[in-house]
């Protein structure tokens, strides 16, 4: 045998022996995921997405999310499994436009893992088909329209919400109107937008449930100013209560205005967490002083310490009522990667899309800076049944606006809870 083919059987046979003291190779993975996998390199990043609205009028909502979502990335070094969590976001607005544009872009990234957002029900009614075909996990943090989690309405699978359902707030504001307050009769105004039409429509209904009658039900349209019109309508009657649960800059044009109108003397001003907003009660002026808002309402420990956080990273106090709510979806998808996120030696992660469904749908007594969340179904009787309402109802209060507020400080205090 000549030196050449000797040289190289012995290197073949060292190789061999290399191969055999290491064991067997391990077998490439192979997904049986129902709708796939994502797979993520040793040097590759958990990718999460945002969809919030960060223009506009709005803009108070997504940057009171994002900064939740910034921290509760913070709050586990900026990593998971041992790969960087990196974040980008898409302005989905606060309508369907921004919602179907933002979801088209997030849906064509094959590496994104979930997505935080909406933070307004019309931009997820939009955006929940895209989201959902493309085997992704959304789970919002201020989407609040019921028929969003409600089988055989807007629902698609992979969608889910850490805040209260309207189901709730609109009872929760109706029984606050009737009993605390003494109202016998009430008006609405909304916008036309799913989250404010869903709204009113819960509080009228369990107003008249409790014995109150609702002398006028009207809207609005987004972008109108001039509210002294439908003022006047409701002036016709007088009543207790005038509820508006939209948004800035048309509510504050509604609190701006009421003084204006003759008839309204003896009505009580009552918003919801759309008007939740530091900005509110200087844009609305003098007249915001005893108006009553419903929105999130979180205490505890846990939460005073996210708030430290809060003024650390950004200063002064988050501006709006939803960013513990962005924690904690953040950490429940998050969490979610954690439990079925299959690691090669090298560190690859295989995420089953299925999977992450599955686990954050199974999940139950998950303690939240928000309070205990559940995400399994729910029967809501004649309604229907529920799929990703992670709330249990209790992180929400009423607040009052007073002259404190138009001079700057916020929050405002809650002046009544549930089961109070």
């Given at each position: ?58 803009a ?62 019309s ?14 996990v ?19 699978p ?12 609109g ?44 002398t ?8 109108d ?50 008007l ?109 049944t529920?799929?990703?309402d ?25 002046v ?5």
């Amino acid at each position: 045998m000549s030196k050449r083919l000797l040289a190289i059987f012995a290197v073949l046979m060292i190789a061999s022996m290399v191969l055999s003291a290491c064991g067997p190779s391990a077998p490439a993975f192979e997904c049986t995921d129902a709708i796939g996998c994502l797979d993520i390199a040793p040097d590759e990043s958990v990718h999460l997405a945002s969809m919030l609205t960060i223009s506009g009028a709005t803009a108070f909502l997504g940057e009171d999310s994002k900064g939740g979502i910034e921290i509760a990335i913070d709050d586990r070094g900026g990593e998971i499994l041992g790969h960087e969590i990196i974040l980008t976001g898409e302005d989905s607005g606060c309508n369907a436009e921004g919602g179907q544009t933002a979801a088209t872009k997030v849906a064509s990234d094959p590496t994104i893992v979930g997505v935080i957002g909406t933070n307004c029900s019309s931009a997820a009614t939009a955006a929940i088909d895209t989201i959902s075909d493309a085997g992704l996990v959304m789970i919002s943090s201020s989407n609040t329209a019921p028929a969003l989690t409600i089988e055989g309405e807007t629902w698609k699978p992979g969608y889910y919400r850490v805040c209260h359902t309207d189901l709730f707030q609109g009872a929760v504001a109706a029984e606050f109107a009737y009993n605390e307050l003494g109202a016998r009769t009430t008006a609405t105004i909304h916008d036309g937008s799913p989250y404010a039409d869903q709204l009113q429509a819960v509080y009228s209904k369990r107003f008249v449930e409790l014995g109150g009658e609702v002398t006028f039900e009207g809207a609005i349209n987004v972008g109108d100013t001039d509210m002294r019109t439908i003022l006047t309508t409701v002036a016709a009657d007088s009543p207790d209560v005038l509820y508006f649960p939209i948004f800035e800059p048309e509510g504050d044009f509604i609190v701006a205005q009421f003084s204006e109108v003759s008839g309204l003397e003896n009505t009580t001003l009552m918003g919801a967490d759309g008007l939740l907003a530091d900005s509110f009660p200087e844009n609305s002026g003098p007249n915001v002083v005893g108006t009553y808002l419903s929105g999130p309402y979180v205490v505890g420990e846990a939460y005073d310490a996210f708030l430290d956080k809060w003024e650390a990273k950004y200063g002064g106090v988050p501006p709006s009522g939803f960013h513990a709510f962005a924690y904690d979806g953040t950490n429940i998808i998050l969490d979610a990667v954690e439990a079925v996120a299959i690691v090669d030696e090298d560190g690859t992660l295989h995420i089953g899309r299925q999977a992450l469904r599955d686990s954050m749908s199974s999940l139950a007594n998950y303690q939240g800076l928000t309070g205990a969340l559940d995400c399994t179904d729910k029967d809501f009787g004649e309604i229907g049944t529920s799929h990703g309402d992670c709330a249990t109802g209790g992180a929400l209060g009423i607040f009052e606006i007073g002259q404190a507020e138009l001079d700057g400080n916020w929050p405002p205090p809650a002046v009544y809870t549930p089961g109070e």
